[in-house]
């Protein structure tokens, strides 16, 4: 029974740690801020940049649910005042918002679960630590092996990649395939800014599972003999 706790609470760890590394960049603004000036997105889309990092900043707290709607929210776009997303960007960012609000329940659920089973683990009295050491990094080390085939397949084709993902996770709208002639999102978000981002959620999830191998490491190399436990 500790083993299978042990295993519950390392997977928790990890869906704490993929989860948080896919909200962190995508609600950290300087990060935006970053890439519409490398990108050049507001000359392109002939915006003043703080107009940009307004719609922006809307933009996120509607994903964060703390803004009912998308409408109403306006910019001087090409020296013309317009409400900035359009009724097809609408109804995408509200499948976005759907997808980020099950990344915060996962979060959440996978936190206290995780919790409250190493309380339970300590009430049982096993060696928890090491139970805690071997779990994590057995289940850490085939999280980066799976993520480096995921990674390695992304890299070969980022476009056809962006792609599958949109088709496995918008399966009932079409509506995501965004014309950068007419719909400024796709503009504000190129294909370059989604390679950047992705490199930066992949980079957070190796990171702290590498962090979380290494300590687990150390820990068990520094333990006696006598205290290994058998699964």
Not at 138 to 154: D, K, N, P, W, Y
Request: with cysteine; charged share 15%.
């Amino acid at each position: 029974m500790r083993w299978i706790m042990g295993y519950v609470v390392a997977i928790c760890l990890l869906l704490v740690i993929v989860s948080q590394s896919i909200i962190f960049p995508s609600f950290h603004t300087p990060f935006f801020r970053w890439q519409f000036n490398r990108l050049n997105v507001a000359e392109n889309i002939q915006i003043e940049k703080d107009e940009l990092m307004y719609v922006t900043s809307e933009l996120l707290d509607y994903m964060r649910r703390n803004r009912s709607t998308m409408d109403g929210i306006t910019a001087v776009v090409a020296g013309q005042e317009r409400e900035f997303f359009s009724e097809i960007e609408k109804r995408h960012m509200m499948d976005v918002q759907h997808l980020y609000s099950i990344a915060f329940m996962v979060r959440s659920i996978a936190f206290f679960l995780m919790i409250g089973l190493v309380l339970g683990m300590i009430l049982l009295k096993p060696q928890v630590l090491y139970i805690l050491a071997r779990c994590t990094r057995e289940v850490m080390t085939g999280f980066l092996l799976i993520a480096a085939i995921v990674a390695g397949a992304v890299a070969f084709n980022f476009q056809r990649a962006f792609d599958v993902f949109h088709l496995m996770f918008f399966p009932y709208n079409n509506d995501w395939r965004l014309n950068p002639t007419t719909d400024l999102l796709i503009n504000m978000v190129p294909t370059g800014f989604f390679i950047h981002i992705s490199i930066f959620i992949g980079a957070l999830m190796a990171g702290a599972a590498i962090l979380v191998i290494l300590v687990s490491s150390i820990y068990l190399h520094r333990l006696p003999r006598t205290a290994h436990l058998k699964p």
